[in-house]
DNA sequence: TCCTAACATGTAATTAATTACATGTTTAAG
DNA sequence: CTTAAACATGTAATTAATTACATGTTAGGA
């Protein structure tokens, strides 16, 4: 058999990003250095084999297309079939609550007490990559979404930015409030 | 060979709760349903095999006890080899941002538009689960730390249980920010 | 024209993690 | 006294994910 989990949540991003519009592989592996990237993240080699996978179970098919001279490439686009199972997936609900496995706090929950002197470096630390992470974010929501029809024609994509800049602001903030600067 | 890779956060949080008091595998397991369990999960069948590759690395030892009549117990503790590995660990700067692997934030990105019916639904058992989430740690936060003293004794859990709070407190209000009730 | 970065696709090997299988003991409630 | 839940430890099978290996093309700058 060899058929792909239920869970396996990667095929429904590969699904949600070829009904955007059809894309190579490559084009998909991008997508994951981009705005995925801030809550799921995958390499190529997981990505090839799995939509060989996923052409097989009839979800998705290809096309064989020539860039310049000889450069190939396989265009996919959903099927029928893999566009029901993207519309069954979302509209199912998401009971799950995962852990965020934030290495950080990991460290932070081995410390005993508040006089521990490692304490103000990693608050700092963290701050400093957060407040980063913020400003990233910020920048990229006033370049993806400059007006708000923009917002309209991508409105997942937008909410989804405008919570993860919430989350770094919230964290930034959580920080802060334990920094004795 | 066969030594365990650094990346493996497992072994860490191991080391940390040995740390705090020598422990079976089966205690190590039921501290991932309690406390530990809000940011990182682990099955017994994940930490009986990484208990004994980590003594074989000298990390921890264990001493066997017997309780009642013949019920076999593995009590482990840390060695100073694995106490060292633990300290180093925390010490080490947390340069990465994981992605959080929320699969309701995943969903919302491939929804397109703002009319799409199936958004506040969606916010809505959202809300329920993180507003449960909510009250169920800060009855926790009342229950284990109940005094300023307890606080400074599991400074770290405190922060960690804290940091947890506001992160579904400011969920919830992200949530609600989009809900039109 | 040379070289480098980006484009493009794959496989192999390994490790991490989950689910299922498997067995036996002790405690406490009914 | 019976039985169910919690205690206790392990292995097997599978899947997910990462890292490394492997190859070749194209576009653009120096």
Known sequence: MASIG???RLQYIILGLLNQRPQTG???AKAFEN???EFWQAQHSQIY???RRMEDAGEITHEDTVAGEKLAKKQYTLTP???DKLVDWVSEPSPELTPSKDEFILKLYFIKTDKDPRIQPML???LRLHQTQLDHLEGRLKTVFPTDAVKQQAYGHYLILDHAIERERDYVAWLSKYLTD
Chains 1, 2 share one sequence.
Do not use: F
């Open 26 to 28: 490559y084009d998909l």
């Open 49 to 51: 084999p799995l939509l």
């Open 6 to 8: 239920q869970r396996n």
């Open 35 to 37: 705005e995925i990237g």
């Open 124 to 126: 700092r630390e963290q």
């Open 81 to 83: 079939s893999g566009h």
